[in-house]
C-alpha cells in the first residue's frame, strides 16, 4: 500500500496520509464457511502545497489510476471504458437481503414439501 502510495504521489503530487487494511467484511456462504472481502482505505491529502489548491484530475487520470493501481498491486485490472454501472453500497445490501429473503423462501418451501411427502410415503 505504501508503494502505491509512493506511485501515486509521483504520478499526481498527493500524498498518502492513511492506510486502513480491512480484514472484518465478508459473506456467509453456509453455517461453515465465510468468504473474507479482504480490502483497503487508502486516504489522500490532495492538496499541492505550492498552491494550496486541491490537485483535481480528468477521467482520463482515473483510468490511469486504475491501471496503476493494477500493476504496483500486482492485481488483475478491469475492463477499460467499461460501460458497467456501479452499485451503490446501500443498494447493493438492499439487493442482497432481498436475494437472501428469496432462498429462505424457497428453502422454506422445499422444506414443507419434503416433509408432506414423507408423511405420505408413511400413510
Known amino acids: 500500500m505504501r508503494r502505491l502510495g ?27 464457511n465465510v468468504k473474507i472481502n479482504h480490502h483497503a482505505h487508502l486516504v489522500f491529502d490532495w492538496q499541492n502545497k505550492t498552491t494550496g489548491k486541491i490537485v483535481t484530475i480528468g477521467r482520463a487520470d482515473m483510468s490511469k489510476v486504475q491501471t496503476l493501481t493494477a500493476e504496483t498491486l ?26 437472501d429473503q428469496q432462498i429462505d423462501e424457497k428453502k422454506t418451501t422445499c422444506s414443507k414439501q419434503s416433509s408432506s411427502c414423507s408423511n405420505q410415503s408413511k400413510t
Not at 465478508?26 to 453455517?31: E, I, N, P, T
Not at 500486482?74 to 436475494?99: C, I, P
Request: no cysteine; aromatic share 4%; glycine share 6%.
Open 74 to 99: 500486482e492485481m488483475e485490472r478491469g475492463q477499460v471504458n467499461s460501460k458497467a454501472e456501479r452499485l451503490e453500497h446501500g443498494d447493493f445490501r438492499k439487493a442482497m437481503a432481498a436475494l
Open 6 to 32: 509512493d506511485v501515486l504521489h509521483k504520478a499526481y503530487r498527493i500524498n498518502l496520509i492513511q492506510i486502513h487494511i480491512h480484514r472484518d467484511e465478508g459473506v456467509r456462504l453456509d453455517d461453515t
